[in-house]
């Protein structure tokens, strides 16, 4: 059983276009994040989610909302895509503000 | 300023090589110090956890340190394999404020048969 998935794995699109990521989790945590990691391997935090509820909401442009419909799912929607999103995108999830973070499989996003 | 700095950047070695990554950081308050691997293409999974009170931990072939003094942590991989390939990230915890996980930039080790 995959404790944090997330999909899709690959997403090739044209700039202008509108993309969701999905990310569920199957651990009970109740604190779910998004992160980017560029092509340097840096991993920046986007945003987090406790209980369904935004805590941390970093500077991202507002193309970029995130939704969670339960403490298990939190979804990454982006519009009208650039070049620059290009990366890979992790969610990861916690049971506590420090606890493990558990990393899905990443989606590579490749905006042409 | 919370801070991780990870050094080296990168790193090749031999295979059956032993080598040490090093994590200094300016968190505070701190709650605790884990190191990551990161396989390419895969997400981060953690390898140990370091608490204030632990100096030294192991995981088969590797093996963390801290210093809470002087706020450095290493990880030894001895005897190295081809599977070692990998970033090693270091994230510190805080017990307080907003971002309670301060990320390292990561070490790109490269282990060569």
Known sequence: DTAVSQTPKYLVTQMGNDKSI?????LG?????????????FLKIMFSYNNKELIINETVPNRFS?????????NLHINSLELGDSA?????SSQRATGEL????GSRLTVL | KNQVE???????????????????????P????????????RGPVSLTIMTFSENTKSNGRYTATLDADTKQSSLHITASQLSDSASYICVV?????????????????????
């Open chain 1, 22 to 26: 999905k990310c569920e989790q199957n």
């Open chain 1, 29 to 41: 945590h109740d604190t779910m994040y998004w992160y980017k990691q560029d092509s340097k391997k």
């Open chain 1, 66 to 74: 995130p939704k969670s419909p339960d403490k298990a799912h939190l």
């Open chain 1, 88 to 92: 890979v995108y992790f969610c990861a």
């Open chain 1, 102 to 105: 558990f990393f899905g499989e």
């Open chain 2, 6 to 28: 990870q050094s080296p950047q990168s790193l090749i070695i031999l295979e059956g090589k032993n080598c040490t990554l090093q994590c200094n950081y300016t968190v505070s």
């Open chain 2, 30 to 41: 701190f709650s605790n110090l884990r190191w990551y691997k990161q396989d390419t293409g």
């Open chain 2, 93 to 113: 915890s805080a017990t307080s404020g907003t971002y309670k996980y301060i990320f390292g930039t990561g070490t790109r080790l490269k282990v060569l048969a």
